[in-house]
């Protein structure tokens, strides 16, 4: 990409008009090459933010970032599923994290996509990284663990040129932009199709929805706490997008239909990376089971529906209550923790 073509889509986006299909996909590979500078792609995600992304321009720049990852194929019989969300929201102790291990733990591959955080204490890249996984892997290591124990994680910066280049801007500025917020569950390396993904504002329910339908996904949910949750909330009503078949279907659901209680937020809270990995193995042995389990349930129950092996949400809640209870939540972690450090390159 020369010059002109680069100072012409900053030209768009400063007067607020929408990039074209063909102008968002060759920015992200021009960048993907090294060919734009750290300020050219500052200001490219700043200028993106403040004129608001449309739907046409993020899923043209994910298949993009989608086509020039390090691709993962693993050999599965289930349907590989990410629960991989956008963070921002109000904070918690890595729910989609410890998610993606109750998911995995339930019987559905799981290939899980994530970075360590930027604005907050604990990404997920930082939490698996204190529970002793081995975060930095090659395709070929993360495609035997999903293939061999059924959970590989997929950090961001290891398998998407584009987030290395990335990184460094957005973490010096100290804003989230659509990188490591819309943009990092859209683009699973795995080309995982199922999905449960939390977004940090109302209004990005419906616009990732349309999103992953567009992008193919199979089977997706897409949830919002209305307090503020990048879950499924157990402190209020949760607005959720179901996607399905190429088929967007909105509804709501509160934690009373699942037989849980409402909580307050700061019940849900975590800390550092090293007090999350204590929430984590106090909730899988059993010792915990108060808010912070519950909340883990519901959002297990979406991985398990999107993954295949739960009927509903309802049936979800109650196949999650078991993997804890009988240990294989646990043990599945410590299953990857093992797996990740001894598979061979």
Known sequence: MDSSIIKN???????????????????????????????QIAGFQV??????????????????????????????????????????????????????????????????????????????????????VKISLTPTQAERLIEGIGISFLNAADFHPVMGRVWK????????TIFFTIMGPLINPADARAHILGVYKPELVQMVAEILAKLNFSHALVVHGVDGFDEISLTGKTLVAEVKGGNVNRYEVTPEE????????????????????????????GKEK?????????????????????????DGIELARNIIDEGKAEKKLEEFIKASNEVKP
């Open 9 to 39: 889509v900053m030209k768009k986006l400063t007067t607020f008009h929408n990039l074209t299909d063909e102008e968002a996909y060759n920015t992200i590979t021009e960048l993907s090459k090294g060919n734009l500078t750290d300020s």
């Open 47 to 132: 200028a993106l933010l403040m004129k608001g992304p449309t739907i046409s321009e993020i899923a043209s720049m994910a298949r993009a970032m989608r086509d020039v990852a390090k691709p993962v194929r693993p050999k599965v019989a289930g349907r590989l599923t990410d629960t991989c969300g956008t963070g921002g929201g109000v904070p918690t102790y890595n729910i989609s994290t410890a998610n993606a291990i109750m998911v995995a733990a339930g019987g559905v591959p799981v290939a899980k996509h994530g970075s360590r955080s930027i604005a907050g204490h604990s990404g997920s890249a930082d939490v698996l990284e204190a529970l002793g």
């Open 169 to 176: 801007p957005e973490s010096e500025l100290g804003i989230k």
């Open 258 to 285: 699942f037989g849980l209680e409402r909580c307050s937020p700061e019940t849900l809270s975590g800390g550092t990376p090293e007090e999350n990995t204590q929430i984590f193995r106090g909730i899988f042995s």
């Open 290 to 314: 108060g808010p912070r389990r519950n909340a883990l349930l519901m959002n297990a129950a979406g991985g398990l529906y999107v993954g295949g092996v739960a009927s509903s949400l309802r």
